[in-house]
């Protein structure tokens, strides 16, 4: 039977990570969302859905780029609270729902995820669902956890900012991480299984980024000083098509 864990619901780790995300200087806004945008086409009368959304702001940011429709799906009932109070628009649909279970009754143009896809158990699973959920032509863009990092299930913790241990890479495995509480499960893939998946269900790969904090990030943050060592994210954009 699939794993699937939701740990965002559990209350000490809810109010570690809305601590986290509510500063507008943290990971996600400098490093990971810039980049996840940068690879998007013009969302405009697009459809859209967003797996793991979270406090649903791409969602509200793509219906402020005039998308038609948003749906935004995540297995936490305390995050999407937060999203569907902070949402005002409309054509914004919130599930809560594990992507294991979640049918959609439309395809989409466009499919994202941020930082989700390494909670899933079955990757190979996952990646013919969402090459089924797209349109012809249909762009999916994501990003998990960096492969170097989930090399090592202690890395979240790590302090040195010189060096970055890695620990059985090849090994594909479960991992457990105290990130706010203990016993957070993700899962360790390389880099070669994230893509060549992707290609054998069909997917054309368009771009594959890591993104890392500038020198002038850093100056400002020194915490950012860690990911200059080692990227902190794989960020891969396919289409379902020839390209």
Known sequence: MTN??????????????????NNEQGFNAVLEQPTMRSLLPALKDLTILDIGCGFGDFCRYARSEDAANVVGIDVSER???????????????????????????????????????????????????????????????FSVEHPICTAYSSGVHVTQTDIWPIKNYRDEEKILQTWFVEGVIKYHRTLQTYLNTLLEVGFTLQAVLEPMPTDAQIEQQSRFAIHKIRPPLLVVKVIKGKG
């Open 4 to 21: 699937i864990q939701n740990i965002y619901d559990n209350p000490d780790f809810f109010a570690g990570y809305s601590a986290l995300r």
């Open 79 to 141: 995050m999407l609270a937060v999203a569907k109070e902070k949402t005002q628009a409309a054509n914004i649909e919130y599930q809560c729902i594990p992507i294991e279970k979640f049918i959609p009754a439309q395809t989409f143009d466009i499919i994202v995820s941020s930082v989700t896809f390494h909670y899933v158990e079955d990757y190979v699973a996952l990646c013919k669902k969402l090459f089924s959920w797209l349109k012809p032509n249909g762009t999916l863009v």
